[in-house]
């Protein structure tokens, strides 16, 4: 009962005309940035960190605000996924499968009906398995020590690539390169400078800000200028009739196995380290397959069910994502990662403290996720005729806004050329390490965390006097290191196949045609 | 191939170069155990062995843009350079203008359409963001 009386609790924090105001608003822009292709979760939360943060709203506000955002990218991923066959966002991928067909039949309202009450389903269970799963995980972590918190990083960054990773040297070399980039500045423990050559503006680090601004919003624009032209078709489309927007019951009532199965596979995807959304509606899809059509009649061809697997899937990837975030302080996917990164420049160290000295924080984002998630439906359903509507605006005139509000936002908190020009680089970076197929996530995630890591290493070892085997000296460790090491390795043997199950899935649907 | 063993050197550069830096960092007054270059070693260790890795086992080659592309992007790059560097001068409305002008340009927008977006979003995001939300953008010479 005790989790009740924080939930109410968080209501209380939640339920203020402003914070209300701020939910909406960020409902709306992420409905709004999942919907448009090439402004996924991510890059449209992290562009506004800066800006939430020279706003000067309070932490709880802020926080409010930018998960808004979140959740409801996640939701408006499918518009575009179903209009145009183009996913709005990774995850939102295999919401084309059957999404598109049904869009082709004429259907188009009643599949973003269906998937915005599948999305619905998702997130609002999800969000309960968060209110009960994330104080039990606190529990556990309280036991962590710094060497224990070590090996959890160590976990982290090793399960980061997923199931699907092809190659995992290039996961630890983005990671390597995150934590590198990390190091830079003055030494928190000793007060010396390191990696800075004399550079003043390097004293205090780099600011992961600009690191993730220009790593996932501007090296979308290079992209972009990249396939000048060549991503534009299927724009005239959008313009078909939607039809009714509102699901029949006998539709939803036939669907609602399918969203209950993919809750909890969407659910648990999301809670396990390297899994994440895209694996989450990915697995509800394949699952929800296997079912209800294992002779693939129906499947691929717009049927409902389809629809309805992945969305639920991947809304509740997104809210299962959000537990080892909170509890643990480690995020398990990109979008997670700069979550992390709005709590960090609001001061705030997540993880189990955070329940204890911030409950209000806490809890009030919860009963935040809560109220966003219906006035997401309500957003979704009566006026997706308003978000499809956006999906028409040209991209030559959206991705320029877009670079701009990141130069605005960085700008805002440093107020210096030279931060400027070393966002410009880092989305120069970003857009050849794409190309590389070298991940980011690991790199944010590296600049994120690096110091935490070295830091717990450190007190670690301070406390063993330098004895390394204090790392595997507990029943915990032992544990967390098999877990790392089993979720590095197993990718180099299943990874490939992965890979190209999800792609055989992709190219047997319309995208091929 | 090539791409992958490229960034291998280069990564297998940088490993040797963080190595060397951690190894040029000042010795503290009061040390702890590994002291603040033993993490950063560790790092130029996975650093350097995954770029062998790229060496020795390179994926497949990606496809690269064709040249002009290339120079598509490699000019984008220099206007956001320059942007940031004539922001203070010319103050945001007009410096702006230019660059946002210039990127609706490149992706594919009619000359007129880019010149129209250009001072849309300007001066759009300026009354937004300074006017309305009282943030303090770069200051020009007219004071804005």
Redesign the interface.
């Known amino acids: 009962m005790d989790t009740f009386a924080s939930l109410y609790e968080g209501f209380a924090v939640a339920l203020t005309w402003q914070n209300l105001l701020l939910a909406l608003l960020g409902c709306f822009l992420g409905t709004m940035m999942g919907a448009l292709p090439g402004l996924g979760p991510a890059n449209g939360v992290a562009i506004l960190i800066p ?1 939430a943060f ?2 000067g709203l309070s932490a709880i506000a802020a926080l409010i605000l930018l998960t808004s955002v979140y959740y409801g990218a996640m939701y408006g991923g499918r518009i575009s996924s179903i209009l145009l066959n183009i996913p709005g966002d990774e995850p939102a991928m295999m919401t084309c499968l059957d999404g598109y067909p049904m869009a082709q039949a004429g259907r188009a309202g009643e599949a973003l009906a269906l998937s915005g009450v599948a999305s619905f389903v998702g997130a609002f269970f999800a969000t309960w398995g968060l209110v009960f799963l994330a104080p039990l995980l606190v529990q556990i972590a309280l036991l962590f020590g710094p060497g224990e918190y070590f090996v959890l990083y160590t976990l982290a960054f090793a399960t980061l690539g997923g199931i699907a990773a ?2 995992q ?2 996961s ?2 983005a ?3 995150g ?2 980039i990390a ?1 830079i500045g003055v ?1 928190t ?7 800075t ?1 004399g550079e003043v503006h390097l004293y205090d680090g780099i600011d992961f800000l600009i690191a993730i601004v220009g790593l996932f919003a ?1 090296s979308e ?2 992209v ?3 396939h ?2 060549s991503r ?1 078709q299927g724009k005239d489309e959008a313009k078909m009739k939607i039809g009714r927007v509102t699901p029949s019951l006998s539709v939803l009532r036939y669907c609602t196995p399918a969203m209950i199965r993919s809750t909890v596979l969407g659910f648990i995807s999301g809670v396990l380290p390297g899994a994440g959304a895209s694996l989450g509606s990915f697995l509800a899809y394949s699952v929800e397959k296997q079912v209800s059509d294992p002779r693939s009649e129906t499947f691929g061809k717009g049927d409902p069910r389809g629809v309805a697997a992945p969305e639920a899937g991947n809304n509740a990837a997104s809210g299962g994502a959000l537990v080892p975030m909170l509890a643990l302080g480690v995020p398990g996917s990109g979008t997670t990662a700069v979550l992390l990164a709005v709590l960090l420049t609001l001061n705030i160290q997540p993880g189990p403290l955070l329940f204890q000295n911030n409950p209000d924080v806490v809890w009030g984002l919860i009963a935040a996720l809560f109220i966003g998630n219906f006035m997401l439906l309500a957003l979704n359903i009566p006026m997706v005729g308003l978000f499809t509507r956006v999906l028409l605006v ?4 959206l ?3 877009v ?3 990141a ?2 936002g960085i ?2 908190i440093t ?1 210096s ?1 030279f931060e ?2 070393m966002m ?1 680089l880092f ?2 970076l970003g ?1 050849i390490l794409r ?4 991940p980011l996530v690991p790199i944010i995630l590296g600049i994120l965390l690096g110091n935490e ?2 830091v717990n ?2 007190r670690a ?2 406390i ?3 004895e390394w085997t204090t790392l595997f000296d507990s029943w915990l460790a032992i544990i967390l290191w098999t877990i790392a090491i089993v979720g590095f390795v197993l990718p180099i043997f299943l990874g490939k196949r992965v890979k190209r199950k999800m792609k055989e899935a992709e190219e047997e649907g319309p995208l091929s045609d | 191939m090539m ?2 063993r490229v ?1 291998g050197g280069v ?1 297998l550069a940088l490993a040797v170069f ?1 190595a060397w ?2 190894t040029i ?16 070693m560790i ?2 260790l ?2 350097g ?3 062998v ?2 060496v020795l ?1 390179p ?1 497949p080659e ?1 496809q ?2 064709s040249l002009n ?1 290339l120079a ?2 490699g000019f ?2 220099l206007v ?2 320059g ?3 004539v ?2 001068v010319l103050g ?1 409305v007009f410096a ?1 203008i230019i ?2 002008a210039y ?2 340009w ?4 009619r000359p007129l ?2 010149i129209l ?2 001072v849309g ?2 001066v759009g ?1 300026f009354v937004l ?1 300074e006017l309305i ?1 009282g ?4 200051d020009g010479p007219l004071g804005f």
């Open positions: 800006l020279t706003f092809t190659n040297a290039k630890a070399f990671a390597a390169l934590i590198g190091m030494d423990q000793t007060g010396v400078q390191r990696f050559f501007l624009v290079f972009f200028l990249e000048r032209g534009e040209p991209t030559h005139i991705m320029p806004i670079a701009m509000i130069f605005i700008y805002s107020g050329t400027l020009t410009v989305g120069a857009w190309k590389l197929d070298v890591m070295e290493l450190r070892m301070t063993s006097n330098g | 791409s992958d960034l990564g963080y830096a951690a960092i000042p010795e503290p007054f009061s040390s702890d155990a590994i002291g603040p270059d033993g993490f950063p790092i130029a996975v650093l062995l995954s770029s890795y790229f086992k994926d990606p690269w843009p592309r598509e992007i984008a790059l956001m350079f942007y940031a560097q922001l203070p945001f702006t660059i946002t990127l609706t490149r992706l594919g927008a359409t880019a977006n250009g979003t300007s995001l963001f939300f943030l303090s953008l770069a």
